[in-house]
C-alpha cells in the first residue's frame, strides 16, 4: 500500500518550454502532496506544499511563477515548469500523505522525475 | 531551529552490521524517520518511530531513539550489497519533514 507514481520519469526539453510533472497517489486518497527538488549528492530541498482544493504554500526562495503547482484530486498533483532553463536541471521528487494516518505525518514517495533543460 | 544532521559516509564489510547516526535540534518533533534511496530513484520508507518510544525493531532493522541527547540511529544487521544506498533520517515538523543530509552506506563483498 501507499504508492506514489510520477511522470514522466525522465524528461529533456529546450530552454524556454514549460515541462508539466504529475504526481499520483494510486491506492489512497492524498490530503498533502509535496514537490521536492534535490540537487546530485546533496538533501531533498521542499519547494512547496499542497492540499486538495486550495492553493500551494511555497517556501521561502521558490518562485510560484516558476514553479506551478495544482493539486485538483486526492490522487493528483502537477508541478507545471515554466519557462525553464539550465539550472532548473535537477530531479524533482513528489510525496504525498493523508489525514488520520495511525503514523502521523508520514510521507510516501514517488521514483521521481529527472529534468534536463538544454 | 531545524538542524538535522548525519555523517555522510559509511562502509561495511557484507555481513556486518551497519550503525548510520543522525542528530536533530528540535525537541518537539513527534515522528522521526529512516528512509533509503538507491541511484536515481526515489526515497523508500523504511521504518519510523514515535517520539515517546526508544526503541523500535523491525527484522533486521533497528531504530534506537535518545530524546534527551536528541541522537536517533538504525543499526542493519547483516548488512548486505543490496543494502547499499543513501540513508536519510527525518524528523517531522509542523507537517514537513526536516531530511539529514543522507549518509552513503557502501557495503563490500
Known amino acids: 500500500g501507499a504508492v506514489v507514481s510520477q511522470h514522466p520519469s525522465w524528461v529533456i526539453c529546450k530552454s524556454g518550454t514549460s515541462v508539466k510533472i504529475e504526481c499520483r497517489s494510486l491506492?489512497?486518497?492524498?490530503?498533502?502532496m509535496f514537490w521536492y527538488r534535490q540537487f546530485p549528492k546533496q538533501s531533498l530541498m521542499l519547494m512547496a506544499t499542497?492540499?486538495?482544493?486550495?492553493?500551494?504554500?511555497?517556501e521561502q526562495g521558490v518562485e510560484k511563477d516558476k514553479f506551478l503547482i495544482n493539486h485538483a484530486s486526492l490522487t493528483l498533483s502537477t508541478l507545471t515548469v515554466t519557462s525553464a532553463h539550465p539550472e532548473d536541471s535537477s530531479f524533482y521528487i513528489c510525496?504525498?500523505?493523508?489525514?488520520?494516518?495511525?503514523?502521523?505525518?508520514?510521507?510516501?514517495f514517488g521514483p521521481g522525475t529527472r529534468l534536463l533543460v538544454l | 531551529g531545524e538542524d538535522v544532521e548525519q555523517s555522510l559516509f559509511l562502509s561495511v564489510r557484507e555481513g556486518d552490521s551497519s550503525v548510520i547516526n543522525c542528530t536533530y535540534t528540535?525537541?518537539?518533533?513527534?515522528?522521526l524517520y529512516w528512509y533509503k534511496q538507491e541511484p536515481g530513484a526515489g526515497l523508500q520508507l523504511l521504518t519510523y518511530?514515535?517520539?515517546?518510544?526508544d526503541m523500535k525493531q523491525d527484522q533486521r532493522l533497528t531504530v534506537l531513539l535518545n530524546k534527551k541527547d536528541k541522537h536517533l540511529s538504525l543499526r542493519i544487521a547483516d548488512t548486505q550489497t543490496g543494502d547499499s544506498a543513501i540513508y536519510f533520517c527525518?524528523?517531522?515538523?509542523?507537517?514537513?519533514?526536516?531530511f539529514g543530509q543522507g549518509t552513503e552506506l557502501s557495503v563490500k563483498p
Open positions: 528540535d525537541s518537539s518533533s513527534t515522528y
Open positions: 499542497s492540499n486538495e482544493g486550495s492553493k500551494a504554500t511555497y
Open positions: 510525496s504525498a500523505s493523508w489525514e488520520g494516518a495511525f503514523q502521523g505525518e508520514t510521507q510516501y
Open positions: 491506492d489512497f486518497q492524498a490530503t498533502t
Open positions: 518511530i514515535f517520539s515517546n518510544m
Open positions: 527525518a524528523e517531522s515538523l509542523g507537517g514537513k519533514l526536516i
